[in-house]
């Protein structure tokens, strides 16, 4: 090893050890498991050893970071999509259910009046271990758009073209993940 | 869709309105049925209300990056 590289390799492992927490959350409440998070914390260090001499500490490192493993959680939703198209969209289950044949709300699914100030921003950790949670039920593909739309703020027909979708499927997908996110919550928050 | 919005189609407008424009269309028929249906009335407060606290879950720590992970990961840097 020169001392080139092992400097290098020192440098990563202080960013490792001043970044990686954060990282790592930032992966976690995008992928939902806690293995993928940690081998895309690891595959954005591997990258950011390879490329830290072109790093220019002109920009900040969290930022560059966080550029690296961003790429790698799009990598990792484009190789998921692909396999649900393999599987065929079948699993894009539309928002039927939720509704009787003329399109009025089933009983067992209308809205309940929620006892809360609509403006108050929550700042309870036991509102977001239950939003975390209600989020995590969503099937896989509903979860990689709502976080993409959500967290991400990317523009809807990003979304579309980055997962090969069509913009019609997009709607179904949000549209169905909105209605279980709003039962889960009154569920699980409001009637708990 | 006719004049009166079905609660599936005015729910589906509530969630596409974020993203697009609604056509001046939609947009009355949406405010119509609205003024009538309690239920997509709450439905729209409510997704307002969950979209508006949403973004906060990234910055709140969901789980602990576990230490001998983070441990196994140091050493597989060193070895790159």
């Known amino acids: 090893m020169s001392d080139q ?3 290098d390799s020192e440098r990563v492992s202080e960013l490792f050890k001043s970044h990686a927490d954060y990282l790592f959350n930032y992966a976690i409440t995008r992928v939902n498991d806690q293995h993928i998070a940690e081998d895309l914390v690891q595959d954005t260090f591997v990258a950011a050893l390879r490329n830290i001499k072109n790093f220019e500490s002109r920009s900040k490192e969290s930022t560059w970071l966080t550029a690296i493993l961003k790429n790698k959680i799009i990598d990792h939703y484009r190789k998921k999509v692909r396999q649900y198209h393999k599987e065929s969209l079948d699993d894009l289950r539309s928002v039927e259910d939720y509704f009787d044949k003329n399109g009025k709300w089933n009983k067992t699914d209308q809205p309940q009046k929620w006892h809360i100030n609509y403006n108050e921003t929550i700042e309870q950790k036991e509102f977001y271990d239950i939003l975390n949670n209600c989020l995590n039920r969503l099937n896989e593909l509903q979860r990689i758009a709502f976080t993409m739309k959500h967290f991400d703020d990317i523009k809807s027909e990003d979304i579309c073209k980055e997962l090969e979708i069509t913009s019609s499927n997009y709607w179904v997908i949000i549209h169905r993940a909105k ?3 709003r039962k889960c919550m009154e569920a699980k928050w409001v009637n708990s | 869709m006719g004049l009166m919005l079905s609660c599936k189609d005015a729910s589906e407008l509530i969630v596409k309105r974020d993203a697009e424009e609604l056509k001046f269309y939609d947009r009355m028929r949406l405010m ?3 003024s009538m249906c309690k239920f997509c009335a709450l439905f729209e407060k ?8 949403i973004k906060a879950l990234d910055n709140t720590v969901v789980k602990e990056f576990q230490p001998e992970s983070k441990e196994k990961i140091l050493e597989s840097l060193k070895n790159e």
């Not at chain 2, 409510?46 to 606290?53: C, H």
């Open chain 2, 46 to 53: 409510q997704n307002a209300f969950i979209d508006s606290n």
């Open chain 1, 179 to 181: 209605l279980q996110l």
């Open chain 1, 5 to 7: 590289t092992k400097t």
């Open chain 2, 32 to 34: 119509m049925h609205l």
